[in-house]
């Protein structure tokens, strides 16, 4: 067994934990909608063919936001073909992923399905085809009371009550020469301004997200983020990150160690925000929405679109299976994105159902967790209060990806009001149990309320349809605390809970 340590002190604050922080994504893509959170077939759907399924897994994952409709697909959408009634909505062509949007759902049954849901919508908005007057008709059908066309067609199409939506997406991935009318940054920067600023006239409140790079990758990334921001500081709030280069390609040890590139992309964002800040001389702070981030398996099969003529609905897409590395993974990229809590100001779990996600649904049957489902909501549903900063004391590993890197990868949170302190741990060893000592003289008189950890021998395992039980987070009876410290033990490849509490 190998030692690590960890100092706790309610003193050390990095910031609070952000309810945004548990968002995800669903994306006109695959079966994310249809079949996903839209399956009139299926044993649970309700009176508005929603599966009742997907909503429970849903809120049992203490999903926050959830931005829609896209993603690439945004990026060719017509929003208003998706509103009115349904027999009359125009199928089309979906550029992105190659397959046909019958527009059985729209902004109206979106906006239905995530108050059943409980959960926050984060809109975005064309900038691919589109532009700012499209931007400004969404707004209005969305945010305005009534009295005025757009506003009065969303009452005429059911919704009496404006949906008063906070959190706008001005555009995605403008910068990837993949995306449907995709920029310079010169181009986005000017028109993201410009929508921006109109959109603000309708509603001063808005949170905006500028489209930063659609990954560290991408040849142009920091000077995008650099123009891009220089166009737009003043009038967003946030500036987007998105990152799936984690996968494991027969390198498990760096596999484990993504959050140490997750960390990297933050701080390389934040530095280039903050270097238009001291070029404009303003107090304000732009933020990062990580607004799609997860393990994806780029390279397989099922992550290919359709080509030729063939334009299906709903295909088979992206629908990776995940094993026990990989959820480890998930969880470790929930640490770093916690540990960076005063700068990511919101994040999204890409993507929600079906599409690199954490819920399965066959269609017309059977929904199931996949192993990444349960750090997520672990982490959704027990952090709380503040972030602390940790002190960490690890044996390190060698990676090829990234030098030397800890073998423990840790966080904690403590919520004042219950006075629970609660520790999220990865071990990143192959091989080898890792003994955790906490040192916890900061916060006298706590005990373990809980401990779990997830793992397997086969760090291979994956979840299916038939049996996503076998492997789940259990009791941890190694965890105690003698009042000064916990002690606790961590299985190798592993993503570990304990909750302290009185
Ligand atoms: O989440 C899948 C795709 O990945 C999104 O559509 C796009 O924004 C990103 O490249």
Redesign the pocket.
């Known amino acids: 067994m190998i030692h690590a340590s960890l100092s706790l002190d309610p003193a050390f604050r990095i910031g609070p934990v952000r309810r945004r922080t548990f968002g995800s994504f669903v994306?006109h893509?695959g079966r994310c909608v249809y079949t996903g959170i839209y399956d009139p077939e299926a044993p649970t759907a309700d009176e508005d063919g929603f599966r009742g399924d997907v909503i429970d897994l849903t809120r049992e994952l203490g999903i926050s936001t959830i931005r829609y409709p896209?993603?690439?697909?945004v990026s060719g959408y017509r929003w208003e073909d998706g509103i009115g009634p349904v027999a009359d909505r125009p199928r089309r062509l979906d550029l992105a992923w190659h397959s046909t949007d019958p527009n059985t759902v729209g902004v109206d049954e979106f906006m239905r399905w995530s108050a059943k849901a409980g959960t926050e919508a984060m809109m975005a908005v064309n900038l691919g085809t589109r532009g700012v007057q499209e931007a400004l008709d969404l707004l209005e059908y969305c945010n305005v009371d009534a009295g005025t066309y757009w506003s009065d067609q969303r009452r005429a199409n059911g919704a009496a009550e404006a949906y008063d939506i906070r959190m706008w997406c001005l555009g995605?991935?403008m910068d990837g020469p993949w995306q449907i009318g995709s920029k310079t940054a010169d181009e986005y920067g000017r028109l993201a301004a410009e929508t921006a600023r109109a959109m603000r006239m309708i509603d001063p409140d808005l949170e905006l997200v500028a489209c930063g790079s659609?990954g560290v990758v991408m040849p142009t990334f920091g000077e995008w983020e650099r123009t891009v921001l220089g166009h737009t500081y003043e009038h967003v709030d946030y500036i987007s990150a998105?990152a799936y280069y984690w996968e494991e390609d027969g390198d498990l040890g760096s596999f484990l160690a993504s959050a140490v590139d997750m960390d990297h992309f933050v701080e390389s964002v934040v530095a280039a925000a903050d270097l238009v800040r001291a070029h404009k001389k303003v107090g304000k702070r732009v933020h990062i929405s990580f607004d799609?981030w997860n393990v994806w398996y780029q390279k397989r099969a099922e992550s290919q679109p359709p080509t030729g003529k063939d334009w299906p609905v709903a295909p088979v897409l992206?629908e990776d299976t995940y094993n026990v590395a990989d959820a480890v993974v998930v969880g470790s990229l929930l640490i770093s994105l916690l540990r960076n809590t005063d700068r990511v100001h919101s994040a999204s779990l890409?993507?929600l159902v079906n599409v690199?996600a954490p819920i399965m649904t066959e269609p017309g049957g059977r929904s199931w967790r996949q192993t990444t489902f349960f750090p997520f909501a672990q982490a959704s549903q027990l952090a709380s209060g503040e972030v602390l900063r940790v002190e960490v004391q690890s044996p390190l590993y060698e990676t090829a990806r990234f030098g030397d890197v800890p073998v423990l990868d840790a966080v904690a949170t403590q919520d004042e009001e219950t006075g629970e302190v609660v520790v999220f741990a990865v071990n990143r060893s192959l091989d080898q149990e890792l003994g955790l000592t906490v040192d916890l003289r900061g916060f006298p008189g706590l005990r373990v309320v809980g401990a779990t950890s997830l793992s397997n021998p086969d760090h291979t395992w994956q979840a299916s349809v038939d049996d996503d039980a076998s492997v789940t987070p259990v009791d941890n009876g190694t965890a105690s605390t003698d009042g000064e410290s916990l002690t606790v033990t961590l299985p190798a490849v592993s993503w570990n809970v304990v909750r302290l509490g009185r």
């Open positions: 994306e893509l896209g993603g690439n697909f995605n991935e659609s998105h799609e992206l890409a993507q690199i």
